[in-house]
C-alpha cells in the first residue's frame, strides 16, 4: 500500500515542516489538493506551491487539479515540477486530449471520478491513464465522512483493470482512517490519500503506521 498525506490538512504556516515531518514518518507520496473556487466550493494552492514544495522533499508530489479549466493548468503544475497529475473526468470535454498533454510533457497522468460519475465514462481513456481517482468524498473540504457505496465502485474498477489487462494504479481519497482503510484495500486500492488523519494526529508517524497495520 502507498500512503499519500493530503497538505489540505497541513498547517500552512509552516508547511515545509509538516512535509518534513511525513516524508520522515514514511509516507511515500504527498498529495496537492488544487482548489479553483469554480469546480468545488473552496480555493486553495497554485503551481507556485508545488514550485517550492519542490526542492524541499524527495517526495513524489501527486497535484489534484479541481479545477474547470484542467487542461490550462496542467502544463503549468507540470512545469512546476509535479510528478503526477490528476483531472477529474466531470471538469472537461476533452479528457483524452488533456491526458495525452499530461504524457507528453513527461509526467504521469491520472483521471477522477466524483462520486456520482459511473466508471463507464472512464472506457475510453483508461489504457491512457497511470492512476485512476475514486472519489470516496464529494470534493472541496478535507475532514469529510467516507463514502461506503464508493468501496463497491473500487472493486468493479479492479475488476475491470483485471479483464482490460491494464496497468493504472487504483487510489482512494476522502474520509479514509483507520477503519475505512481497511474495506477500501479490501476492494483493491494501491494508494491512500490521507488528509485529516493523519495531520490531525497528535503524531502523524504513529497515524501512518495505525494505516499501514490496519491492512495487514
Ligand atoms: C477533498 C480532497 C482530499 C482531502 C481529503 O476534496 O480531495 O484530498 O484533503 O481529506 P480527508 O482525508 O480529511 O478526508
Ligand atoms: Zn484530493
Excluded: C
Amino acid at each position: 500500500m502507498k500512503i499519500a498525506p493530503s497538505i489540505l490538512s497541513a498547517d500552512f504556516a509552516y508547511l515545509a515542516r509538516d512535509v518534513e515531518k511525513v516524508e520522515q514518518a514514511g509516507a511515500d507520496l504527498l498529495h496537492v489538493d488544487v482548489m479553483d473556487g469554480h469546480f468545488v466550493g473552496n480555493l486553495t494552492f497554485g503551481p507556485l506551491v508545488v514550485q517550492a514544495l519542490r526542492p524541499v522533499t524527495n517526495l513524489p508530489l501527486e497535484v489534484h487539479l479541481m479545477v474547470s479549466d484542467p487542461g490550462v493548468w496542467a502544463p503549468e503544475f507540470a512545469e512546476a515540477g509535479a510528478d503526477t497529475i490528476l483531472v477529474h473526468e466531470e471538469a472537461t470535454s476533452h479528457l483524452y486530449g488533456v491526458l495525452q498533454h499530461i504524457r507528453a510533457a513527461g509526467v504521469r497522468a491520472g483521471v477522477v471520478v466524483n462520486p456520482g460519475t459511473s466508471l463507464s465514462s472512464l472506457d475510453e481513456v483508461l489504457p491512457l491513464v497511470d492512476q485512476v481517482l475514486v472519489m470516496t468524498v464529494n470534493p472541496g473540504f478535507g475532514g469529510q465522512k467516507f463514502l461506503t457505496p464508493m468501496v463497491d465502485k473500487v472493486a468493479r474498477l479492479y475488476q475491470l483493470r483485471q479483464e482490460r489487462d491494464l496497468h493504472f494504479a487504483i487510489e482512494v481519497d476522502g474520509g479514509i482512517n483507520d477503519q475505512t482503510v481497511k474495506a477500501a484495500a479490501a476492494a483493491g486500492t494501491d494508494i491512500f490519500v490521507a488528509g485529516s488523519y493523519v495531520f490531525g494526529a497528535s503524531n502523524v508517524g504513529d497515524a501512518i503506521t495505525a494505516l499501514r497495520e490496519a491492512v495487514k
